[in-house]
């Protein structure tokens, strides 16, 4: 079983939005951060945001500060990316993960510091 599951990514011109989800089916993913990463063809994963696991910060790469908006429902056991003014280097495959840890780390923008992962969703910006 897939430890978390992302969904909402397709096909979306320049300027427009997507919302992905991420959620964990059969387990509580509520006391954890989750980030964002994402990896577009012929280039290494990177981060895309972080929430801690109240929602209380936010942390974003200056690609998508302003236009991306990561945030939480625990009642639903869910992560959101809101992503506006979508460009065509936004397009790669979007993950969400998870560390093993509940505390916070520092190293909250480095792949390493997550444990579980999602299968990914694609997001697709055309010109």
């Known amino acids: 079983q897939v430890p978390l599951v992302e969904s909402g990514g397709g096909l979306v011109q320049a300027g427009g939005s997507l919302r992905l989800s991420c959620t964990a089916p059969g387990r509580p993913i509520t006391r954890y951060a989750v980030g964002w990463f994402r990896q577009a063809p012929g280039k290494e994963r990177e981060f895309v945001a972080h929430?801690?696991?109240?929602?209380?910060?936010?942390y974003y790469a200056d690609s998508v500060k302003g236009r991306f908006t990561i945030s939480r429902d625990n009642a639903k056991n869910t992560v959101y990316l809101q992503m506006d003014s979508l460009k065509p280097e936004d397009t790669a495959i979007y993950y969400c993960?998870?560390?093993?840890?509940?505390?916070?780390?520092?190293?909250?923008?480095?792949?390493?510091?997550?444990?579980?992962w999602g299968q990914g969703t694609q997001v697709t910006v055309s010109t």
């Open positions: 929430v801690t696991w109240t929602g209380s910060t936010t």
């Open positions: 993960a998870h560390p093993a840890e509940r505390h916070w780390s520092e190293r909250y923008a480095f792949s390493d510091t997550y444990r579980y």
